[in-house]
């Protein structure tokens, strides 16, 4: 189609003077409120609850334990993988404690305070039992599959070079700006229930409450009203959310409940954490020939919805941007005695990328070739397209080698280049590192409803829902482009299941490359065929695969271990881009998460499963000032997929920011014999590798906890 033009973000303005409304905003008067009682042990016998004395404060309403929800339905896992052992899951704790943080007991209180009160008078008595942590080589897989493709022993053995990499992923703490939230209405009269939930998924919501509630789909309404981030985070229920829902309709009246970010660190979903190792086989050319790999990631002690996704994409989008035809790759996922693990921003793709990055640089580094030409050699190339990999993924389109071209032709690399070099001039230890990787946004369908008023306003509306990231203000403009008006005469409405068709929700990437399909469809036939309302359901063909190349240019100060990240180029191919502004936005949000994980964040367990990250002075989020200067360059290649031509760029800055920062802080401390680095790179983390590579130690060792 067409370029549309882009439009300023109609979202910010409401957002930025506080005119936002969250589930916490949403009047409800006469609204009960819950806190949570949750268990200080990772692992232990229930042995009793004495709810007597908080049942006495003042205000108190209900007091709830395990038995009283224990006829409820349970909360339903997405089986990616071929093999799955299903973990039955209880609302509130019966008989053991499974992780620290695990809800135990619900006080339900006129306000607050009342609960908060009552909640510390709650006695729980449980006897301790040894927590399971995350062991890669443990035998007890709660989910597992493989791939083969090809004579894989023959290509190792064949092999001029064969190289090794493994990688242990800080466990991540999403923290969205908004915490976790939900608000239950139940209208006695009429059998209605209606729900605000801070949610990227809210039909999802409302399917999986119906049943776990046992009510009727119709009866049950659920509102994402403004979401103030997700991040993954809250793309699945939460047996919290389940509590407040069943309470309201059980006590007739309003119930809510904002978790703390304590609460959020301790019980909402981590991201990453995975142990990944791979060994890439090639000829004296640098070809390569085969790929072995193995992906092990930490589940925690329940399986929200999305649990196994990134233990799935982890394996599955290997080996990436490249051409391999020979592969053995395997994943697996345990559970263990600490929070639950889902999907984060990227949710695999980075572990997949740094694994397959880190190989190719090795690669690079054994047969003596530079790491841009070793990748030309080895992309999938433009006229193999569409071409499927070894795990049956199919990337849809892309010219990899010219985007590779395109980034190291371009005057911001070369001004990367010459930085470094007057850095290394002026005495400083500086790198460049690179990495190339790939985006799979989600496939399926998303729906789309498009109505013209008699005045020529139209309404579209949107199974999808939005969190912040502009998802309104680009339906608005693919809408206002194929009526060509304004798109100040485009409402959109997302994220209510009444007045929005179903969706599948804001994840994986897929709301531009399907969402906004479909709203494009939608768009069209109502106005080529001139009608005032049209409905459509899209189902996009396959998955779009947007690509990217990214530099890094880092120093180490060599004192104090300290890393800074000088300046960062970025290339991605979006496919068909609807509105830059809103690209650049996704590009930048993601590099700083990315920036988190490779310097600053990671969630801690001691060996007892006790959380010793438990709050924001513990637990390093980027800031503002942590962020390096960036260049954007992009490359157009349309996905033939999906109507629009999109390909996902939300996740891309989480995927392609940590490894060009580790491949250029592996680059910068080569020198010194530093050859085993670990995220986060701490100042203190490198300063040790420095120190241990002097001595002739080993340097960081691999934490496989
Ligand atoms: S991690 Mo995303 O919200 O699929």
Known sequence: MPKPKPNVRREDQRLIIGKGVFTDDVPLPGA???????SSMAHGKLLSVDVENACQVPGVVAVYSGADVAGLGVLSVNKILSQVREQPFPILAQGQVMAVGQPIVAVVAEAAKAALDASELVVIDVEEEQPELFNPSAGNAAAFEQWQQGDVDAAFANAAHIVRASIQHPRLAPSPMEPRAIAADFDDETDQLTIWLASQTPHRARTELARILDIEEENLRVIAPDVGGAFGMKASLYPEDVLVAWASVKLKRPVRWNATRSEDMLAATHGRGAFSRGELALDRNGKFLGLRAEIACPLGHWLPNSAIIPAWNAARILPGPYSIETAAISTKAFLTNTAPVGIYRGAGRPEAAMLMERLVEEAACCAGIDPVDIRLRNFVSANQMPHTGPTGTVLDSGDYAKAMDQLTGSKSYQMLIDACEDLRRAGKTAAVGIAAFVEPCGKGWESARVQVRADGHIVAMSGS???GQGRETAYATIVADVFEIP???VTVLCGDTETCPPGIGALASRSTAIGASAILQAARQAKEGSLSDVSVVYEAEGE?????CYAALVTVDLETGQLQIEKMLCLDDAGTIVDPILVEGQLTGGIAQGLGEALLENIVYDDYGQLVTGSLSDYALPRAADMPEIDFLSMETPSPFNLLGAKGVGEAGTIGAPVAILNA????????????????L??????????AAKNGKPGDEIQEK
């Open 682 to 691: 701490t100042g203190e983390k490198i300063w040790r590798a420095i120190n």
């Open 32 to 38: 009960l409120h819950v806190a949570f009682v949750r």
């Open 487 to 489: 798109a100040e005469q």
């Open 665 to 680: 802080t592996y680059n910068a401390l080569a020198q010194y014999g530093v050859d085993a680095l670990n995220m986060p």
């Open 544 to 548: 779009a695969w947007g690509f990217g």
């Open 465 to 467: 829902s939005t969190q």
